[in-house]
T-cell receptor
Framework: DQQVKQNSPSLSVQEGRISILNCDYTNSMFDYFLWYKKYPAEGPTFLISISSIKDKNEDGRFTVFLNKSAKHLSLHIVPSQPGDSAVYFCAASARGNTGKLIFGQGTTLQVKP | KAGVTQTPRYLIKTRGQQVTLSCSPISGHRSVSWYQQTPGQGLQFLFEYFSETQRNKGNFPGRFSGRQFSNSRSEMNVSTLELGDSALYLC????????????FGPGTRLTVT
């Protein structure tokens, strides 16, 4: 049973446009959500997170939106840059299990110049 | 501040052997989690350690074990290696058990032949 799902394996956008990466979850006990970016042969790099008590968190070009009723979150990157090309992972954690992140399968973002 | 370090970065072992991987967390971080990344299963949680105690364990066989030392450094061990254990093993650290945000090391690429 996959508790965190990223249904789009890949996404391609033009430089300067918006990239929207989506993530769905099934476990209502999740109360914290994170996005990581990963390059091949490297560890994931933390990007941005959001607590379940919020519906939006913004950090520079990155904004994460959370819709608890739909159990859905999304990462918006505006404007997209070629250096953003990487695999993006959505992850979730539950209170009391903070050290255990449940990851989605990842979405490969390609930003074309 | 130095990031999470993992040694070795690459390792080749033969079926039936055992292996020990090492992780040094970010200075001041006391919680360490381990993950396995494979093409088929994605990123999966192995276990979490805090104050030298295993706090959480993922769904992996008993061949996978770990420990944490008083300086928060951690090791994981895989005994009786199988071909399917070939993977990228990632270590992540966080401040403590109330901190959701984990910071990953570069990983150890284990190949079992």
């Amino acid at each position: 049973d996959q508790q965190v799902k990223q249904n789009s394996p890949s996404l391609s956008v033009q430089e300067g446009r918006i990239s929207i990466l989506n993530c769905d979850y099934t476990n209502s006990m999740f109360d914290y959500f994170l996005w990581y970016k990963k390059y091949p042969a490297e560890g994931p790099t933390f990007l941005i997170s959001i607590s379940s008590i919020k519906d939006k968190n913004e950090d520079g070009r990155f904004t994460v939106f959370l819709n608890k009723s739909a159990k859905h979150l999304s990462l918006h990157i505006v404007p997209s840059q070629p250096g953003d090309s990487a695999v993006y992972f959505c992850a979730a954690s539950a209170r009391g299990n903070t050290g255990k992140l449940i990851f989605g399968q990842g979405t490969t973002l390609q930003v074309k110049p | 501040k130095a990031g999470v370090t993992q040694t070795p970065r690459y390792l080749i072992k033969t079926r039936g052997q055992q292996v020990t991987l090492s992780c040094s967390p970010i200075s001041g971080h006391r919680s360490v989690s381990w993950y396995q990344q494979t093409p088929g299963q994605g990123l999966q949680f192995l276990f979490e350690y805090f104050s030298e105690t295993q706090r959480n364990k993922g769904n992996f066989p008993g061949r996978f074990s770990g420990r944490q030392f008083s300086n928060s450094r951690s090791e994981m061990n895989v005994s009786t290696l199988e071909l399917g254990d070939s993977a990228l093993y990632l270590c992540a650290s966080s401040l403590d058990t109330s901190d959701y945000e984990q910071y990953f090391g570069p990983g150890t690429r284990l190949t079992v032949t």
